[in-house]
């Protein structure tokens, strides 16, 4: 940008020759500026018409002129900042915001938290990483889940705190007796962000494009057939009985994005600006549902707040701020909770380098040798895994005797404190005589079955969301992590029990046959569990209606900010 380029010019200029007048010739000052000469005369005019530069000038080539500098670059930048911000040019702001981030974390703060701009209710979060590209198809992180399911809608959807799915793009849905025909109605008046009607057969369209995507195919893979019987309904025709089909299709991986545009979506919230430093999203006028409070929401992506701060954990992903960490007298907690989701490991004995045996006394050792209390994380932010969910145990290992292998190769994914796990392990197994190899995997998901299978232990992070048994049943269905631990038996008989369970018309008993085929993987040292997050979200009293959902985040749609006082 141009400002950001005359600012930079500005301080080398000042760094030169500081606030007092100095004597030099346009030839020294265009070797400062690194530029020709008739650059730096229309600098020194620019400069001295802003008001930020004395300039007097001697007739003659080569002669010295008297300038100085009548305010610092820090100066200045503050000023156009405010500037920017006032003017609510926030992706400029950041752009230009090169000053230490002291000074920056106090310009920004009063324009963060819950704003009224232009009469319309704004909440701005601060946030310490760069944004992946919003398709619900590609999605890894957890803020873009969230921001993925307030852009999209599906023909079902779930509600924070209510475990059902419940009608989104279909008003209501119809299941034949046998279970194997499912016709959801359309709502009549349907647009996607872009202003055009949301029709079934643009519907049908990305449905079969989902049923090709490796990443949604898993979870239709009972659909033998999908039509249009009329204007306002789509049918489902499965091969056997899904019961889990409602799930499914309020699912991440089931979201609807109009046919020409990943990014538009159905949902409350559009994506007006989608930039490197600012994320916004602004209210869909054609919501079909109710309406949202708030009018916009934006994602300021600075970085540079978080890396002044000495308490770690306000970085961390499960703590999210409304505000800035200077506002400790006003920002306060107003949500906590436990995660769902948990932090897992898992044994590869697919590879045959561990048996059952031995993977159970990994387990046995990290549950009694007081590992995890021991980490040097925040304890704030984790708490030990008593239960897969709640109401399901794990299960007490007893196998003393039984010797590990001399050496064992151990992957992480993130979250960080994984690596504290993998690190903490390394030590315990050496005390039994095991060499364990620790390697990082750098994405949040395991990517294929590859990947996995030259790892005897796996460390790894499952999010769970409102209705935590369809979760972990997709969870067995989609994720790679399963056929690169399991043998072609147990894949086989995986495959089988989840076939059996979905035809099950009763919601309480495909949850207790599901929590069964965990248990079974427990027992064995297959998959165990290891801590849940706490989930926090902090802020002033001028954001309120904050409801956390199981993703960790909280409902966009039920914040509101109260306007300013007159």
């Given at each position: 940008m141009r400002l950001q380029n005359r600012l930079n010019q500005y301080q080398r200029l000042y760094v030169n020759v500081g606030n007092q007048p100095s004597a030099l010739t346009v030839a020294d000052l265009a070797e400062i500026f690194c530029c020709s000469e008739r650059h730096t005369r229309t600098l020194l005019a620019q400069f001295q018409h802003a008001g930020w530069i004395s300039w007097q000038s001697q007739p003659g080539r080569g002669k010295r002129a008297s300038i100085q500098c009548l305010t610092s670059p820090e100066s200045l930048r503050e000023s156009y900042l405010q500037q920017l911000l006032k003017n609510g040019d926030h992706s400029a702001a950041l752009q230009l915001s090169e000053m230490d981030p002291q000074h920056l974390n106090a310009l920004l703060s009063p324009h963060l938290g819950g704003q009224w701009q232009a009469d319309a209710p704004t909440l701005r979060i601060p946030y310490y990483r760069t944004m992946q590209r919003l398709d619900p198809q590609t999605l890894t992180g957890r803020a873009e889940q969230h921001l993925a399911h307030t852009l999209h809608a599906g023909l079902t959807r779930f509600i924070t705190g209510e475990p059902l799915p419940q009608p989104d793009l279909a008003h209501h849905w119809q299941i034949s007796n046998n279970g194997k025909t499912w016709r959801f109605f359309l709502r009549s008046q349907l647009y996607w962000h872009n202003g055009e009607p949301v029709t079934a057969s643009q519907l049908c369209s990305c449905f079969e494009v989902l049923?090709?995507?490796?990443?949604?195919?898993?979870?239709?893979?009972?659909?033998?057939?999908?039509?249009?019987?009329?204007?306002?309904?789509?049918?489902?025709?499965?091969?056997?009985?899904?019961?889990?089909?409602?799930?499914?299709?309020?699912?991440?991986?089931?979201l609807l994005s109009h046919p020409n545009d990943p990014t538009c979506g159905a949902g409350p919230f559009r994506l007006a600006s989608f930039a490197p430093e600012l994320v916004r999203l602004e209210q869909h006028t054609y919501y079909h549902l109710q309406h949202p409070f708030l009018a916009a929401i934006e994602f300021w992506i600075t970085p540079q707040l978080f890396a002044q701060k000495d308490n770690v954990s306000c970085q961390h992903p499960v703590r999210i701020m409304l505000g800035e960490q200077n506002e400790l007298d006003e920002v306060k907690p107003v949500k906590r909770s436990t995660s769902l989701g948990f932090c897992y490991i898992a044994a590869n004995l697919r590879r045959g380098h561990l048996s059952c045996e031995q993977a159970q006394k990994i387990i046995m050792i990290i549950q009694h040798s007081g590992l995890l209390n021991r980490l040097p994380i925040d304890h704030d932010l984790v708490k030990p895994s008593k239960e897969m969910l709640p109401g399901w145990p794990i299960p007490e290992h007893d196998v003393a005797q039984v010797s590990l292998p001399k050496k064992l190769k151990l992957v992480f994914h993130p979250p960080i404190e994984l690596e504290f796990v993998a690190e903490a392990l390394k030590t315990c197994l050496a005390i039994e005589g095991c060499e364990l190899e620790v390697l990082y995997?750098?994405?949040?998901?395991?990517?294929?079955?590859?990947?996995?299978?030259?790892?005897?232990?796996?460390?790894?992070?499952?999010?769970?969301?409102?209705?935590?048994?369809?979760?972990?049943?997709?969870?067995?269905?989609?994720?790679?992590?399963?056929?690169?631990?399991?043998?072609?038996?147990?894949l086989r008989e995986q495959e089988c029990r989840l076939r059996s369970i979905q035809q099950i018309p009763l919601a309480n008993k495909r949850a207790e046959e599901l929590r069964e085929h965990f248990y079974r993987w427990m027992k064995r040292g297959i998959i165990t569990p290891l801590f849940n997050y706490q989930y926090q979200v902090s802020a002033p009293p001028r954001v309120n209606g904050v409801q956390l959902?199981?993703?960790?985040?909280f409902d966009f749609c039920q914040a509101w900010i109260p306007p300013p006082l007159p």
């Amino acid at each position: 940008m141009r400002l950001q380029n005359r600012l930079n010019q500005y301080q080398r200029l000042y760094v030169n020759v500081g606030n007092q007048p100095s004597a030099l010739t346009v030839a020294d000052l265009a070797e400062i500026f690194c530029c020709s000469e008739r650059h730096t005369r229309t600098l020194l005019a620019q400069f001295q018409h802003a008001g930020w530069i004395s300039w007097q000038s001697q007739p003659g080539r080569g002669k010295r002129a008297s300038i100085q500098c009548l305010t610092s670059p820090e100066s200045l930048r503050e000023s156009y900042l405010q500037q920017l911000l006032k003017n609510g040019d926030h992706s400029a702001a950041l752009q230009l915001s090169e000053m230490d981030p002291q000074h920056l974390n106090a310009l920004l703060s009063p324009h963060l938290g819950g704003q009224w701009q232009a009469d319309a209710p704004t909440l701005r979060i601060p946030y310490y990483r760069t944004m992946q590209r919003l398709d619900p198809q590609t999605l890894t992180g957890r803020a873009e889940q969230h921001l993925a399911h307030t852009l999209h809608a599906g023909l079902t959807r779930f509600i924070t705190g209510e475990p059902l799915p419940q009608p989104d793009l279909a008003h209501h849905w119809q299941i034949s007796n046998n279970g194997k025909t499912w016709r959801f109605f359309l709502r009549s008046q349907l647009y996607w962000h872009n202003g055009e009607p949301v029709t079934a057969s643009q519907l049908c369209s990305c449905f079969e494009v989902l049923r090709q995507s490796p990443r949604s195919s898993h979870g239709l893979a009972s659909v033998a057939q999908l039509s249009q019987p009329h204007a306002l309904c789509l049918q489902f025709d499965l091969e056997v009985p899904d019961y889990w089909l409602a799930h499914r299709l309020a699912d991440l991986n089931c979201l609807l994005s109009h046919p020409n545009d990943p990014t538009c979506g159905a949902g409350p919230f559009r994506l007006a600006s989608f930039a490197p430093e600012l994320v916004r999203l602004e209210q869909h006028t054609y919501y079909h549902l109710q309406h949202p409070f708030l009018a916009a929401i934006e994602f300021w992506i600075t970085p540079q707040l978080f890396a002044q701060k000495d308490n770690v954990s306000c970085q961390h992903p499960v703590r999210i701020m409304l505000g800035e960490q200077n506002e400790l007298d006003e920002v306060k907690p107003v949500k906590r909770s436990t995660s769902l989701g948990f932090c897992y490991i898992a044994a590869n004995l697919r590879r045959g380098h561990l048996s059952c045996e031995q993977a159970q006394k990994i387990i046995m050792i990290i549950q009694h040798s007081g590992l995890l209390n021991r980490l040097p994380i925040d304890h704030d932010l984790v708490k030990p895994s008593k239960e897969m969910l709640p109401g399901w145990p794990i299960p007490e290992h007893d196998v003393a005797q039984v010797s590990l292998p001399k050496k064992l190769k151990l992957v992480f994914h993130p979250p960080i404190e994984l690596e504290f796990v993998a690190e903490a392990l390394k030590t315990c197994l050496a005390i039994e005589g095991c060499e364990l190899e620790v390697l990082y995997h750098p994405g949040r998901l395991w990517d294929d079955v590859e990947s996995i299978a030259s790892a005897d232990l796996l460390l790894g992070d499952r999010l769970i969301g409102e209705a935590p048994e369809a979760t972990l049943e997709n969870w067995l269905r989609q994720d790679p992590l399963w056929p690169g631990i399991l043998s072609d038996e147990d894949l086989r008989e995986q495959e089988c029990r989840l076939r059996s369970i979905q035809q099950i018309p009763l919601a309480n008993k495909r949850a207790e046959e599901l929590r069964e085929h965990f248990y079974r993987w427990m027992k064995r040292g297959i998959i165990t569990p290891l801590f849940n997050y706490q989930y926090q979200v902090s802020a002033p009293p001028r954001v309120n209606g904050v409801q956390l959902t199981a993703w960790g985040w909280f409902d966009f749609c039920q914040a509101w900010i109260p306007p300013p006082l007159p």
